[in-house]
Nanobody
Framework: EVQLVESGGGLVQAGGSLRLSCAASGITFGDYAIGWFRQAPGKERAGVSCIRSRDGSTYYADSVKGRFTISGDNAKNTVYLQMNSLKPEDTAIYYC?????????????????????WGQGTQVTVSS
């Protein structure tokens, strides 16, 4: 059984930092692209960042570029999202997903194909 488990969410003041973790079991991260997504109340889910485990290339939506950093530890089958300079508009449920193929646009739009596995999400709330 494939499981992705996010952790690290919470409540933080604007300007603060959080680090999200996504730990996987049942798959090998190196075989997938791993993405972080978020969904705020009343809004569609949007892509935030992704990492191609095969070569370590990373991609970010413009809304988080320069503030968020994605990284992976294939030995631990874990991907991290370091979030700095958080803003109230970053408030959302954050999900990680493993996908065979994933393309993330700078706008936050994303496209994927093949297998996809999603975590249950972790809440991030940024107070002003």
């Amino acid at each position: 059984e494939v499981q992705l488990v996010e952790s690290g969410g919470g409540l933080v003041q604007a300007g603060g930092s959080l680090r999200l973790s996504c730990a996987a079991s049942g798959i090998t991260f190196g075989d997938y692209a791993i993405g972080w997504f978020r969904q705020a109340p009343g809004k569609e889910r949007a892509g935030v960042s992704c990492i191609r485990s095969r070569d370590g290339s990373t991609y970010y939506a413009d809304s988080v570029k320069g503030r968020f950093t994605i990284s992976g530890d294939n030995a631990k089958n874990t991907v991290y999202l370091q979030m700095n300079s958080l803003k109230p508009e970053d408030t959302a449920i954050y999900y990680c997903a493993a996908m065979t193929n994933l393309a993330l646009q700078r706008t936050g739009s994303y496209y994927y194909s093949g297998e996809d596995y999603w975590g249950q999400g972790t809440q991030v709330t940024v107070s002003s």
